[in-house]
């Protein structure tokens, strides 16, 4: 990113001044290296989510942002519906299960440190990762329908885990829609882009996630008579 297009406030503070449309500054929070590596999307993207109807204080950008879909994926924002502001289920893009895991190995670094290219690598090739790839569970419809509605339940249930999972995991469940679902094979895996499987593992459903969200955008703006 361009640091002559901010104005920095502090060592970690840099800040886009409202401009044009925008109804307030856009603040991106990082280390000078973490903006520089940063996409120029990022800026440009903070300066969209700022002009919307009823922003309140700024449009923020953390120092994990790179390009989403309509927000950077990192940018946070608070509307004031009293102000015209706005509720969208996918600013950035949605998944259903789209989060982070922090997985206890018992490994040690001084264990893992000679081996940790060599650890990688095969995570990289036992992980099913990115568009097209393939894991070891296939799900019929049937099968698809039940784990949409168990979520991690069903997981245990069929032995992919334990019940005390359960205890650091959210609670609840969605319903299946037949007219959105995707292959069976798209629900496991993690997304292409997302370039990492560490102790701390990002993960989320890119395929039929999107398409049951979607699905229930398009259901919720024809109940209010809106378009989606």
């Known amino acids: 990113m361009d640091l002559a297009s901010l104005v920095r406030r502090s060592e970690h503070e840099w800040w886009i001044p409202a401009a044009g449309g925008m109804r307030v500054p856009g603040i991106i929070y990082g280390s000078e290296p973490l903006i520089r590596a940063m996409d120029d999307k990022v800026r440009e993207q903070v300066s969209n989510v700022a002009m919307l109807p009823g ?6 950008a953390m120092p994990d942002a790179h390009w989403g879909y309509g927000f950077p994926i990192g940018g946070v924002a608070a509307f004031d519906p009293q102000e015209g502001g706005i509720v969208s289920a996918g600013g950035v893009g949605f998944d259903i299960s789209c989060g982070v895991r922090t997985l206890r190995t018992g490994l040690t670094l001084d264990a893992v440190s000679p081996v940790k290219q060599q650890l990688a690598t095969g995570l990289s090739r036992s992980v099913p990762a990115g568009v097209g790839s393939h894991g070891r569970i296939h799900l019929d419809e049937v099968e698809l329908d039940a784990m949409l509605k168990g979520g991690a339940q069903w997981a245990v249930e069929r032995g992919y885990g334990v019940e005390a999972d359960l205890d650091g995991i959210e609670d609840g469940c969605v ?22 499987c560490r102790i701390i593992a990002r993960h989320r459903d890119s395929g039929s996630g999107a398409r049951m969200c979607s699905g229930r955008v398009r259901a919720g703006a024809a109940l209010s008579g809106g378009d989606a």
């Open 55 to 60: 922003i309140r204080r700024a449009s923020y």
């Open 175 to 196: 319903d299946s829609l037949r007219v959105e679902r995707s292959r069976a094979s798209d629900w496991h895996g993690v997304p292409e882009g997302d370039g990492h």
